[in-house]
């Protein structure tokens, strides 16, 4: 495994991170701490979760990922060898202010985090969006007393568009505050103009680490979908909205081919061109099995040559297409 340094801080994570959304909800605990345990046998040494995460399915709530996570870090006893990122921002509650980006709440979601993350600090704060109804310097000053108490090392932005985060940058730089350092975009071979036309340039530019997520457009890359083939999963009619346009099943046939010419998967395909991106630190990855992590973190065995990064490109070029088809 390669360390990578993320961004413009003084940590290095792994080249992959592993996700959480899952825990809690498509895995029970015990399978969700063998993943994690396999993760850090791989050398993985960042976990991402968010205070949501969990509250899906029958006796979901929001903290239970971060419950599962805070239990295993307990049992492992390697806390301080992880770098972990939460999320706030979703509703915790029906408390009208049990959500957002307010001092209020920041100050109460980290509390929360902690507890059931079983820690007394967060590496990485993520916003897990933007907040349209809060000052962005309010923000930014309760997040800097944090990092001043130590409770949080950095802060993140994910799901933001990139004015959004010039914005914050533009604050924190104007007051002399702590400035968002890392990004967590959606991000995938089918999906990256979002990514690719306006958060790039400004990730180079501010020298941003990015984390991104849903390197496998969550299962629709993977070769388990096709027009008439559905999987069953309870996050198929998310991949159905999301991914099921005629011209992600032509990536299909891309990315089927260069896996066959590698002899790879094509889950291993699709992350590797992630990894190929150089503007992206580490993507995050959402395994259910040990078996599904370990081909997962093997994507980071596969050299994509610029002939195969070109066909991979060709086939999902977003440039040439109108509006409606990205
Ligand atoms: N900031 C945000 O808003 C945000 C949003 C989404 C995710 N995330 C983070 O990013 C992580 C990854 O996102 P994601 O779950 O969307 O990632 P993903 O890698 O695009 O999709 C994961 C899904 O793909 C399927 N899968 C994974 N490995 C496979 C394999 N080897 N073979 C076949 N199928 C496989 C599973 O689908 P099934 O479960 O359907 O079987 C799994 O749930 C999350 O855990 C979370 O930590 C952040």
Known sequence: MKYVKLGNTGIKISQVVIGSTNMGWRINEQASHEVLDKAVELGVNAIDTANIYGKWGED???????????????????????????????????????????????????????????????????????????????????????????????????????????????????YGLERYEVLQPVYNIAKRHTYEQDLVPLVEKYKLGVTSYSPLGTGFLTGRYGKDMLPETPRVDGVKRRYFKDRNFEILKTLKKIAKEKDATMAQIAISWVVHQESVTAPILGANTIEQLEENVGALEIKLKKDDLQQLDEASDWKTLDELSR
Request: no cysteine.
């Open 60 to 174: 979901g709530y929001p903290g239970r990922s971060e419950d599962i996570i805070g239990n295993w870090l307990k049992k492992s006893e390697i806390r301080e060898d992880i770098v972990l990122a939460t999320k706030l921002f979703g509703e915790m509650s029906e408390n009208v202010n049990d959500r957002g980006l307010s001092r209020k709440h920041i100050h109460k979601a980290l509390k929360g985090s902690m507890k059931r993350l079983q820690t007394d600090f967060v590496d990485i704060y993520f916003t897990h969006t933007f907040d349209a109804e809060t000052p962005v310097e309010e923000t930014m000053r309760a997040f800097t007393a944090l990092i001043e108490q130590g409770k949080i090392h950095y802060i993140g932005a994910s799901n933001h568009p990139a004015w959004r985060i010039m914005e914050a940058l533009w604050v924190s730089d104007k």
